[in-house]
C-alpha cells in the first residue's frame, strides 16, 4: 500500500541547479528522486514545498512523495544519506498522512540572507553571503522591513515567469540585525513567497541602505505594484531557506 | 630607506598548502610575497606570526616585511587586494617601528575551532567544521578546557618536526561553548602554540566529550608529556587563526 513520506532536507546549493528537477542537469529533487528510485526499486517523483533557485542553499526544504514499501523511514533516511554524494543532505524522514503536501499544506516559510559589509573582499564564507563594499545604513534597512510586514501586494518583488493566481502575500515577520564579523541578517517569514521575492526585496532593501533610495521611496516603490521601480535581484549564495511551517 | 609594513590577513585555507612558502606549492605566503614583488618592485620576504598548516583559516595571521618604498600602506593594501586571485585578503597594512617583528613580538594568540556535532553528514560549511556523529558530553570538554589553564608542558600535544627550545606554553584562556545550529566552538588563546597543539588538544578533548577517556585520565596524558598518550590530530579545516596580540 501507497504510504506518503515527508522530508527535511538541508543543501548547499552552490553546486546545484536549485531545487528543480531539469533535464541533463543536478538538481536538488534530481537527486533525491533518482536515489529513492533507486532503493525502493519503483519510480519515485517527489513534491517539494516549492522551488529554490540555483545556487540558493536550504536548511529545512520539506518534500513529500509516495511510495509502496515496508521499509522504515529511518533506514530511508540513512539510505539517501549515504547513496548521494552531493552537498544534501535528508534531516528528517517520516510517514505522514496521505493527504498532506508539503507545498499545498504549508503555512509559512522563513528565509534568511546574508550581507557581509566591508570595504575588504569577501573570502571566508563567500559561498555564503553577499558582499557589499559601502557602508549600509542599518536604521532605514530595518525601516523597510517594517514596511513589508502584514498582506500586501508583492508584485513590484516579483520576478516573471511563474504562474501565480494572485501577487498578495502576508509577511508575519521581518527584521534586519548585525551579525559577527561585519555581517548582517535579513530574517524573513511570509505565508509564501513570489519568484524570486526575498532577492528582490532585498535588493531593494540594500538600495535604502545605500542611501540609494529613501524609505519613503521604499514605500512608493511596493505601491507601484511595478517590477521595474525596485532594486535588482540580489545574489542567490545569500540565501537560506530556513524552516517550512505546517499547521 | 627601508620601511617596515605589518599586515593582518585574512585566508580560507581550504585550497592553500598552509602558510609557509614552498617550491611549487599555492602558499599564502608566497602568493602575498608574489604579489608584494610584482607592486614594489623589489624582492620582498615577509615573516609570519607563525605558521598555519594546510587547510587552517585565518581570520588575524599578522606578518611583516621591509621594503623601500614610500608607496601608502592603504594603496599596498589594496594592490595586494587586487592582485591576488585566491581566497586571502588583507585586511589591514601599516607602518610600523623598524624593531617590530610580527613573531617575536607577539604575546598571545587566539585560535577558535569548530565541530559540528549531529548525526546527519555536514553539508552547509563542511570546509569550515569537523563532523563528529556521536553526540559529545560538553561538561567533560569544559573541565578539560580548565585544566589546560595557566603555564605548562604541553609535549603530549606536541607533533614532532618543528624546533623549538621548550615545550611549557601558558594558556591564558580556554574553554567550550554551543552555538547555533549543533555547532560548538573551543576557544583557546595561549602565550604561542607548539606544531599542531591546539589540533592535538582537540582531538583529546573531543575523546573526553565521547566519553572514551575521563577527565582524569585527561590530565594523566597532560601530566605524562607524552604524545604517543594523547589522541589524534583533529582535521585542519575546523581550525581559525583569530587574533595575534601584540604588547
Same mark, same amino acid.
Given at each position: 500500500m501507497n504510504k506518503n513520506f515527508k522530508l +527535511? *532536507?538541508?543543501y548547499d546549493?552552490?553546486? =546545484? =541547479?536549485?531545487?528543480q528537477k531539469q533535464k541533463d542537469k543536478k538538481t536538488v529533487q534530481g537527486e533525491i528522486e533518482k536515489a529513492l528510485t533507486r532503493i525502493l526499486n519503483q519510480k519515485v517523483k517527489i513534491s517539494g514545498s516549492g522551488r529554490t533557485d540555483a545556487g540558493v542553499h536550504a536548511f529545512g526544504q520539506v518534500a513529500n512523495f509516495y511510495?509502496?514499501?515496508? *521499509?522504515?523511514? %529511518?533506514k530511508? /533516511? /540513512?539510505? +539517501?544519506?549515504?547513496? *548521494? /554524494?552531493d552537498p544534501v543532505v535528508i534531516r528528517e524522514c517520516c510517514v505522514v498522512e496521505d493527504k498532506f503536501h508539503a507545498r499545498y499544506n504549508a503555512v509559512s /516559510?522563513?528565509?534568511?540572507?546574508v550581507i557581509l559589509n566591508r570595504e575588504d573582499p569577501c573570502v571566508i564564507g563567500r559561498l555564503y553571503q553577499w558582499h557589499i563594499r559601502s557602508p549600509l545604513d542599518l536604521k532605514a534597512m530595518k %525601516? &523597510? &522591513? %517594517? +514596511? +513589508?510586514?502584514?498582506k500586501l501586494d =508583492?508584485?513590484?518583488f516579483e520576478s516573471t515567469g511563474s504562474p501565480r493566481s494572485s501577487s498578495i502575500r502576508e509577511v508575519f515577520f521581518s527584521d534586519i540585525n548585525p551579525l559577527e564579523g561585519d555581517r548582517i541578517e535579513f530574517k524573513i517569514c511570509a505565508s509564501g513567497f513570489l519568484k524570486y521575492m526575498v532577492r528582490n526585496l532585498m535588493g531593494t532593501i540594500v538600495l535604502a541602505g545605500l542611501n540609494k533610495i529613501s524609505v519613503n521611496e521604499f514605500v512608493e516603490i511596493l505601491e507601484a505594484r511595478d517590477r521595474t521601480k525596485a532594486g535588482a535581484t540580489a545574489p542567490a549564495h545569500g540565501l =537560506?531557506?530556513?524552516k517550512v511551517n505546517y499547521s
Open positions: +527535511i *532536507i538541508e546549493g552552490t553546486h =546545484f =541547479f536549485g531545487w511510495a509502496d514499501t515496508n *521499509i522504515l523511514p %529511518q530511508l /533516511k /540513512k539510505g +539517501i544519506n549515504s547513496l *548521494i /554524494k /516559510k522563513e528565509y534568511r540572507y %525601516q &523597510c &522591513c %517594517q +514596511i +513589508i510586514l502584514g =508583492f508584485k513590484s =537560506f531557506l530556513k
